[in-house]
């Protein structure tokens, strides 16, 4: 089984990417604060890995042709896509679970126009739909500084009005390396079960006709049907397309931050275990650094289990010293080193040329 694995740095040089909202401040009365976390009497800013889904679902949406999203529907207290994977890219590598409620929220969507639009679920004998669920092939961590960091707190003001004092509150940001994984398990991209198990009933019985009308790759052993390797490979490469032009994040009218990844490292491997975890980290003054000593043992011990080249990506101008260190490490290796955009679509061009890999 397949996996890319993958490892992404973002430079956040001022600032408040992932909020936790307002807090009472004695002085300004209220405060927004970053989200961190605390370890050894230190503080690490974070980014959760919902707030990165979210935002890599936005560029999705808005910047690449040919993605489709899956519409959502709210209730009271939950919310839902249509969890159709055959029809909705986003449920197919996002995942989902589609498990509508009972009672009064029942009695809403029988006569709600916009529920009726949504791919219908199986029912009991009771009239009780049935939930599908789906355990996302894309799964991704938290970004979290690669070192402990003082937060800053900026003194702000609403001042456009006429007359008055000058309504204050205060912010957190902080300059940060936010270090992130992500694994992609390129078998389950368009392969979609049907098996009666929370998270791998992909499929009811509604879906599985629309996977048979669609004439999908039907494995009845596997109780599974599956998408060509020719849509798989669109899914997946409208994916890493997304990722190459990562943006978003909170405060950006105060602290604009390029979120796109500064440093990209992934590779193809066997296996879902993360092989790249340790081989960035940070020196005395809290600056990246590739361990080579780690990167070398990455190398050697799971060679047989990494698939293609390993792909660097390093924006020129981010760290200079440290690529030039590493460009030299990496002579004779099978690593490319580029600009991060240009690892990704080298990687997409490559899925084209090695099919093999989805399997």
Not at 13 to 40: F, Q, T
Not at 213 to 241: C, G, M
Not at 274 to 294: M, S, T
């Amino acid at each position: 089984m397949s996996y890319v694995t993958g490892l992404v740095l973002i430079d956040a040089p001022a600032s408040a990417l992932n909020n936790s909202g307002s807090i009472r401040d004695e002085l300004y009365g209220n405060k927004v604060a970053v989200k961190a976390m605390r370890s050894g009497g230190q503080v690490f800013p974070y980014v959760s890995a919902q707030a990165f889904r979210y935002w890599l679902r936005g560029v999705l949406e808005e910047n690449i042709p040919g993605w489709k999203s899956a519409p959502i529907y709210r209730e009271e207290k939950v919310a839902y896509t249509d969890a159709n994977p055959i029809e909705w890219f986003d449920d197919d590598l996002f995942g989902y679970m589609r498990a509508p409620g009972g009672g009064e929220a029942k009695k809403k969507r029988e006569n709600d126009a916009e529920y009726k639009k949504l791919t219908p679920l199986d029912t009991n004998t009771k009239g009780d739909e049935q939930a599908v669920t789906r355990v996302s092939p894309f799964r991704v961590s938290t970004l979290v500084s690669i070192a402990p960091v003082q937060i800053t707190e900026d003194w702000e003001s609403m001042t456009r009005h006429k007359e008055g004092d000058a309504v204050p509150y205060s912010s957190q940001f902080y300059r940060a390396h936010l270090k992130g994984l992500f694994s992609l398990n390129l078998k389950a991209c368009g392969t979609f079960s049907y098996r009666d198990k929370t998270g791998f009933r992909n499929l009811d019985d509604v879906r599985v006709k629309i996977a048979g009308k669609n004439k999908l790759e039907h494995d009845e052993e596997k109780k599974t049907y599956r998408l060509s390797p020719q849509d798989r490979i669109k899914r997946i490469s409208a994916l890493f397309e997304g990722m190459s032009q990562l943006e978003g994040g909170a405060k950006q009218s105060l602290h604009y931050t390029d979120v796109a990844p500064a440093l990209v490292v992934m590779a193809i491997t066997k296996g879902g275990n993360h092989i790249f975890g340790h081989v960035v980290g940070a020196n005395n003054k809290g600056l990246p650094v590739i361990n080579q000593d780690a990167f070398t043992e990455a190398l050697t011990v799971f060679k047989d289990e990494i698939f293609s080249t390993v792909y660097v990506g390093w924006v020129k101008g981010y760290l200079d010293e440290e690529r030039a260190k590493f460009e030299e490490f990496a002579n004779g290796k099978k690593i490319l080193i580029g600009h991060p955009r240009e690892a990704y679509q080298t990687l997409i061009k490559d899925f084209e040329k090695n099919p093999i890999w989805l399997d």
